[in-house]
């Protein structure tokens, strides 16, 4: 199968996720230009994409394209505006600093057309923080990747309040068609979504050990044998839902203890002093820093086993609604 050519899409900065939005642009048909203020930085991503798009070719997450075919949709260049050329969509990937954003942006507010989207990778600096002064503030929005994007598909999109609705609606419509899942914020919030339901889980990780309540094994050993099983296929709302005879009953059954536990967690603590020692010394006995490497690759290996099975889940659930 082969994906149809379609539009041109700039990446800027192409390091560990312009890289990955490449392949991800690219496998979906797009022609891919990356531009990075250090050309060596372009050159290591247009070799560093072959060998990932193989991986995911010999875990047939290529929806049976060639990686090399997908590869040639991918090109580099050390020119901003030649990059911006008539792409629909630009996705920057500069390091996380606004003051960088804001340069970046400023940069590409000079050369961008009156109907390009102007997006920002950023984990977690709301947009209207480097784009209020520019002259194509409407066309900007911030679409958050989460790594590695091609085994964890969310992307979070979160305009400012001058983003123009079409430009949520076109980068939605955009960031489904290349595979991946956009939630939209209605507005901006720090820490958007997902880190938000993530700081609330590491708090209270933290209370617990720090109170005295278990140990740091024992809070990874409840999150990964216990919540995390039916979290990678079913989100929080749904999981109440179906823990009781729907979301009404489940929440006059459970609501006031909820809120009762709620009640004793807070203030937020200082992710630091004893309790850093007690969880640092814990995670060093489980992976020493100088194997780091190799977990991350093992980590990996089974989010692409993860992302294999979710994708027989979606087209089993496909063929049982149109058989
Ligand atoms: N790494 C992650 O896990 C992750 C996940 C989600 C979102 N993000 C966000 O993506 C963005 C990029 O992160 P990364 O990890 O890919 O960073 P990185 O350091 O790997 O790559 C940044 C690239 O930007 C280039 N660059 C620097 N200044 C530039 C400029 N003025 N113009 C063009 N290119 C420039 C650098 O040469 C480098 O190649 C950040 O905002 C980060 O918060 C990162």
New binding site residues.
């Given amino acids: 199968m082969e994906a149809e050519t379609k539009e041109r899409i700039a990446i800027?900065?192409?390091?560990?996720?312009?890289r990955c939005w490449a392949m991800l642009f690219a496998r979906a048909g797009y022609f891919v230009s990356i531009?990075?203020?250090?050309s060596e930085?372009v050159k290591g991503a247009l070799a560093a994409t072959l060998p990932m798009l193989l991986d995911m070719e010999s875990r047939d997450l290529l929806g049976g394209q060639k990686a090399s075919d997908i590869q040639k949709q991918i090109q580099g260049t050390n020119q901003l505006e030649e990059a911006m050329q008539g792409a629909i969509h630009v996705q920057e990937?500069?390091?996380?600093s606004v003051d960088?954003k804001k340069?970046?942006f400023a940069q590409l507010d000079e050369h961008a057309s009156d109907t390009v989207v102007l997006s920002?990778?950023?984990?977690c600096i709301v947009p209207s923080l480097f784009t209020e002064g520019l002259k194509h503030r409407s066309q900007c929005i911030v679409a958050?990747?989460?790594?590695p994007p091609y085994y964890i598909p969310l992307v979070e999109l979160v305009p400012a309040a001058w983003t123009n609705p079409d430009v949520v609606r076109r980068t939605r419509a955009l960031m489904a068609d290349i595979g991946q899942a956009p939630v939209t914020l209605n507005k901006e919030v720090n820490g958007f979504i997902l880190n938000r339901l993530q700081y609330a889980l590491i708090m209270e990780a933290w209370r617990l050990v720090e109170d005295g309540v278990c140990s740091p094994e024992d809070v990874d050993t409840a999150m990964v044998e216990g919540l995390a099983p039916r979290y990678s296929f079913m989100g929080i709302f749904e999981t109440m839902h179906l823990n009781a005879d729907g979301m009404k009953d489940y929440c006059e059954r459970y609501g006031a203890n909820i809120k009762t536990v709620c009640e004793t967690q807070s203030p937020a603590r200082d992710l630091s002093g004893r309790t850093l020692s007690v969880v640092d010394d814990a995670m060093q006995r489980k992976v020493p820093v100088s194997g780091l490497g190799d977990r991350r690759k093992w980590r990996d290996r089974r989010l692409a086993a993860l992302a294999v099975h979710k994708m027989m889940m979606k087209k089993e659930e496909a063929k049982s609604i149109n058989p």
């Fill in positions: 800027v900065g192409s390091g560990l996720i312009g531009y990075d203020i250090d930085q990937c500069v390091p996380e960088l340069r970046v920002s990778s950023t984990s958050h990747p989460v790594n």
